[in-house]
């Protein structure tokens, strides 16, 4: 668990300085105060900040925001807490059989971005995260392994090719949309963009399937999601602090 022990007149560096002097979740004595990398995230979740034990079944993977937006999950269906997997932390791992986790409703965004470390595990065409399943409305994102290591966006205004996603390797990517544009960017900087209307209907999320299946042997370590396409400094602070916490390198273009 990445603490911060001070008060912000103490902190020298620029990062943790923004970091604490940010937007605050959570408290325990003496003021320790958690908060992630740039302020107002409508989701944070972070397996480092989870109780459970190794290879424990992960019934809820926590929202940390403060906006209660937890992804579930039930029975056989459950993924499994794993330690010391990427930079020694821990993730939140499902095994693409039938894993998988679900935000049943979470409000329409005109825009957003999304930030996650993660690595896939097996070398299985399969969904890593969706928004909007196809029904009722046939609108859907799909962010996905395509196979010859790559991971696209699949949905119903357009694709999004490609990024860097090889099974065994972590890495940090950034998802963003709005009215006219969507992106994809992985830390290895490959990347890419399309003009067309990405902006969020209601509807549920899920990770490591879409509605229909499409199971993935994916882990995720910690994921953030943001009501706006943020600035170049603020994605700058994320990819910082995923460099720091997991040893993710950070792109040439943030």
């Not at 003496?30 to 992960?58: C, K, M, T, Y």
């Not at 999950?73 to 998988?100: E, L, M």
């Not at 699949?154 to 694709?159: P, R």
Request: aromatic share 12%; charged share 15%.
């Amino acid at each position: 668990m990445n603490l911060l022990l001070h008060s912000p007149s103490n902190i020298v560096n620029p990062l943790a300085r923004q970091r604490f002097m940010g937007f605050g979740t959570g408290s325990s004595g003496g003021g320790v105060v958690i908060l992630p990398p740039v302020a107002g995230p409508d989701i944070w979740l972070d397996a480092n900040r989870e109780s459970f034990a190794n290879n424990d079944p992960v019934g809820q993977f926590t929202d940390w925001s403060g906006n209660g937006n937890h992804f579930t999950s039930s029975g056989t269906a459950r993924p499994t807490f794993k330690t010391g997997r990427i930079n020694s932390r821990p993730t939140v791992q499902a095994d693409g059989v039938d894993d998988g986790m679900i935000l049943t409703s979470f409000a329409s965004k005109t825009a957003w971005s999304l930030f996650y470390v993660g690595k896939l595990i097996t070398n299985t065409v399969s969904n890593v995260l969706s928004v909007d399943d196809y029904n009722p409305d046939s609108i859907y994102y799909l962010w996905q392994y395509a196979g010859a290591n790559v991971g696209n966006v699949n949905a119903n205004v357009s694709a999004i090719n490609q990024c860097s996603m090889t099974p065994g390797t972590t890495y940090a990517y950034a998802l963003t949309g709005n009215g006219t544009t969507g992106t994809i960017r992985a830390n290895d900087n490959t990347n890419g963009s399309v003009s067309a209307n990405f902006s969020k209907a209601t509807a549920p999320m899920r990770l490591f399937r879409r509605g229909d299946g499409a199971y993935s042997n994916y882990e995720i370590a910690e994921l953030l999601f943001y009501p706006s396409v943020l600035g170049t400094s603020d994605r700058s602070l994320i990819w910082s602090y995923f460099n720091t916490r997991y040893g993710t390198s950070i792109p040439a273009t943030p």
